[in-house]
Each structure stands twice: as C-alpha cells, then as structure tokens.
C-alpha cells in the first residue's frame, strides 16, 4: 500500500497515530502538550516528528508540511456534560474541539476524524458544539457523520463506546463506510491477561482467567489535577471486583508465587493489574513502552484511543479516498 500522510492533534501516547501507521498512513506532524506522552511517542518512533505543544498555540504557517495532508486525526481530551462537572473543564474540552476544526479550514486534509466520548454524537448539551461543527464543516466544503464504534467489536478486550466525526472533502465522502467489526467473539480480560499474569509465577493464573470471561470495563485516565492510579469511579470498580480484580489501584508487578487469590475476602484477596497490562486491555502490542512514573504512564493509557480501532477507521478512510470521485455538483451534505 502506497502511504498517505497525517497529521494528528493532542496525539496522547500515541494510540491514534499507531494504528493510523498500521493502515498505511505516514505521520507528517503529532501535537501534545504533555510532555511524558511526547516523550512516549519519541522513545517508540524515534523518526516521527512529535512537538510538545497545545493545540491553542499551535500555528501550521510555522509548519509547511502541515498543508494539504490527506488526512487529520484527533483523539480528544473527553468533553463532559457541565452538569456534571466544572465548567472550566468543560469549556476547555469544547475549544480544543473548536481549534481542531478551525485547523482543518487552515490545512485543508482529503479527510478529518475525531474521536471523543458517545455523548458527543447525540446528547443535547453538545447540540452547539455539534451546530458549530456542522456549520464549519459546510462552509469548508466537506461532508461529515457522527457515528458510534465499541472497541471490544475490533478485538480491544473492553467495553469502550467511541464517539466518532469523520468529514471529506465532498469529493471523496459518498464513497465512506464506517468499518465493520473485525471479530465474532469479544476477547475476554481473561483471554488477554493470562499470560501475563502467570508471569511471576502466580499458580492461579489459569483459575482467574478462566472465571475473568467478560470484556473489561471502560480503562479511566482520570484529571492530571487529581488523585493517583486507579481504574475508574464506583460503578467501573465493582465491574471489576466481579471478575477477583482491585479497581482501586493499579500494581507495580504482577502476582508472584506466593500470591493466595481469595477475592471473597475484599481487595487484600483480590488480583491487581499492572499499567503494562492496562495497556494490553486498550489494545496496544506489548513492546509499545510508556515513559514516566506508574501513575503519568496509566493516566497515557486510559486517556489513549486503541490502535485497533483507529486501523480500522484508517482502513475505511483509505477506501474512501481510494474510490472514485464523485461530482460535487448535486451533492447533499448529510446534516
């Protein structure tokens, strides 16, 4: 496959851009303004080109090769309903959504896509940032849609709802399709963490695995602003308790030998995972590393988009731009 090139935004610890490389496309720029994740991306792809920046600040004047890329990605910090939570962090998470699509006017890609939360595509308190995408978008010349994907449907052994925008110029968007699933049968925490967990020589690796048969909850990178490495609010860490494992913290090491796995005693009898296997859970390959201390590395993983999820859009992106033309003359934008 000829590669065809992007650029990706608040590109985290690299999740997007990976599996973006893994469906043939070549990154030109990523953009973050962490520098622990920054340094993620660079001690992985030492030949990509990553700056340490925010987005607010960022100027494509100053970086030419930015200009008419086929593509531009964005895995978002997760806006969330200001209801619910402060309005500065909100408002925050709006403009980065606001900024991405004004660069979009600024590079021109063939394609755009943003990933965020489900309630991104169709819950009410989003409806302006929703109006103003709209507006851009078709201003801009490009048709959109907002759609769902579940990552346990491409083989992220969690259940993890994404909220997706893809737009193309025109042109190209008749011609795209969201991708299907690629498997039949979700993969089990169980089935993924197995082999790791027996590891450290724990002997009840297999008798945990083989009770561990759902897919993982939704991994929570939680706010840099607050507390330490756990695996999610109340409700995610009964998920886990049910299947022997201690949401409320994350390990430093899997079980050893002499480990005794007793979860009906409380989470002093119940398993931990590590970030590494954390990681495994988002669908990352096992030699991806992740610099900074246990917290900063699991806060990178519950905030990054899974490579297998992000292939699989690049695949159908591909197609679309791969396809025929279609004439922009009587063409409806989908709204």
Known sequence: MSELRFVDVC?????MALGLEHAGFEPVLLLDKNPVACDTVRRNRPAWQVLETDLLDFSPSQHQETYD?????????????????????TEAELRLLEATVYLAHAVQPRALVIENVPELVSVPDFEPIRDLIRDELNHLGYGFRWFLLNAADFGVPQNRRQGLLVAFKKQHFDAFRPPEPTV????????????????????????????????????VGGSDRRGGADLGPTGTRKAWARMGVDGGTVADNVPGPDFVWAPEAGRQGMVRITTDQAALLQGFPSDWGFTGKKTARYRQIGHASPPPVAKALGLAIRAALAAPATPVAGYTSTP
């Open 69 to 89: 890329v086929d593509l531009l990605s964005a895995g978002l910090p997760r806006v969330r309903s200001s209801a619910t939570n402060a309005r500065t962090e």
């Open 184 to 219: 039949r049968e979700h993969l089990s925490v169980g089935r993924a963490l197995r082999r790791s967990m027996a590891m450290g020589g724990w002997r009840d690796a297999d008798r945990w695995a083989a009770q561990a048969v759902g897919v993982a909850p939704t991994l």
């Open 11 to 15: 590109a985290g610890a690299g999740g």
